[in-house]
């Protein structure tokens, strides 16, 4: 049996990942406060932002582990702010940590002892993961240490035969996207890729669909933005 655990499969890139892992054979677990709409998903509820969050949940995640052959854990969910370095107290800039970064720290402590020979752990990263935005200060930071963090799971992981890698979508058509953009101001970002559009949402499902599915690309950041056009 083939598991994928995945966190923020209620909308955007998690919903269409969920999909494409169903329709591959997969067994897939949901970690989110709303639940995913597709009744092949078994969704567990929890709060990520929530220190304890591991300790409500974990009788229920080991028992979808324990007969997995295979795991595939993706860390997609995160929280994005308008937020600026200069006007950002610390408190705030903690609970977007605890989201962004610490829980994909707790799940990798719970669920890669579980992990046998040709699973993978996958970071959604971002087009931020690399540079910078006036006004996402906390996403920007957290999306630049995720790639830290994919990188050091590689190497802590060498010999076991578990792979890792982070892609990075460009501007995705979702909710999350639209609720940081304003409307009059999409066509501008749509204009940013050399296609000339947003990415798809299912265009990232397939390329983390693939990322599981192939080893070699152990440590690497995938870029996934249809080619960004600087100017």
Same mark, same amino acid.
Request: hydrophobic share 40%.
């Given at each position: #049996? ?38 092949? =998903? ?9 220190? !304890? ?6 009788? +229920?995640?080991?028992?979808? $582990?324990?007969? &997995? ?28 940590? /605890? ?24 970071? =959604? ?7 910078? =935005? ?11 240490? *995720?790639?830290?963090? *994919?990188?050091?799971?590689? +190497? ?8 890792? &890698? ?6 995705? %058509?979702?909710? #999350? $996207?639209? +609720?940081?953009?304003? /409307? %009059?101001?999409?066509? +501008?970002?749509?204009? *940013? ?11 990232? &499902?397939?390329? $983390? ?12 950041? $995938?870029?996934?933005?249809? !080619?960004? =056009? /600087?100017?």
């Amino acid at each position: #049996m083939k598991c994928l655990i995945i966190t923020g499969a209620s909308a955007g890139i998690g919903l269409h990942t969920a999909d494409a892992f169903v329709k591959a054979g997969y067994q897939v677990v949901n970690l989110s406060r709303r639940r995913c709409p597709l009744d092949s =998903v078994t969704h567990i509820n929890c709060d990520l932002s929530e220190p !304890g969050f591991i300790e409500s949940i974990g009788p +229920q995640l080991s028992s979808a $582990l324990q007969s &997995a052959e295979e795991t595939v854990l993706i860390h997609n969910a995160a929280r994005l702010l308008n937020d600026s370095a200069v006007e950002t107290p610390s408190n705030h800039f903690r609970e977007i940590i /605890e989201t962004n970064l610490v829980a994909p720290n707790t799940l990798n402590y719970f669920v890669i002892p579980y992990m046998q020979a040709g699973s993978s752990v996958l970071y =959604v990263g971002s087009t931020l993961s690399e540079k910078a =935005v006036p006004n996402s200060y906390s996403y920007v930071t957290t999306k630049h240490a *995720m790639v830290g963090m *994919m990188r050091a799971t590689c +190497q802590d992981l060498a010999g076991r035969n578990i792979h890792t &890698a982070c892609v990075c979508p460009g501007f995705t %058509d979702t909710e #999350m $996207l639209r +609720q940081h953009v304003p /409307e %009059d101001v999409m066509p +501008q970002i749509s204009a *940013m890729s050399a296609f000339e559009r947003l990415v798809h949402p299912d265009e990232i &499902a397939n390329t $983390l669909l693939w990322a599981a599915q192939n080893p070699v690309i152990n440590g690497a950041v $995938l870029h996934a933005n249809l !080619g960004q =056009v /600087e100017r």
